[in-house]
Nanobody, 122 residues
Framework: QVQLDESGGGLVQAGGSLRLSCAASARPSFIYAMAWFRQSPGKEREFVAAIRWGGTRTYYSDSVKGRFTISRDNAKNTVWLQMNSLKPQDTGVYYC???????????????WGQGTQVTVSS
């Protein structure tokens, strides 16, 4: 089993920055990929970014590309999401996800965090 603990959400003005973190309680070899998803009010959960645990390649949705950066620290079992140039439409609950066998842009990951609220005011 993998437990994911997210932190770093909050309220920020448009144009500002936030950094989300997700700590995974699992053996590093158990995780294949980690990702961030978000769910805005009245919308379905959507893919934001993903990274393979054993590599450096990253994946982003078009809506955040160039503004958000996903990174990881294997030694700390932690993945981060640096969010810059935030927009009101980035508002939502951000979820960390992990999978032991695949990287996907669909919300079909095996393990999920509890979510952290990000609110961007205009």
């Amino acid at each position: 089993q993998v437990q994911l603990d997210e932190s770093g959400g909050g309220l920020v003005q448009a144009g500002g920055s936030l950094r989300l973190s997700c700590a995974a309680s699992a053996r590093p070899s158990f995780i294949y990929a980690m990702a961030w998803f978000r769910q805005s009010p009245g919308k379905e959960r959507e893919f934001v970014a993903a990274i393979r645990w054993g590599g450096t390649r990253t994946y982003y949705s078009d809506s955040v590309k160039g503004r958000f950066t996903i990174s990881r620290d294997n030694a700390k079992n932690t993945v981060w999401l640096q969010m810059n140039s935030l927009k009101p439409q980035d508002t939502g609950v951000y979820y960390c996800a992990a999978d032991s066998s695949r990287l996907s842009m669909r919300d079909e990951y095996d393990y999920w965090g509890q979510g952290t609220q990000v609110t961007v005011s205009s």
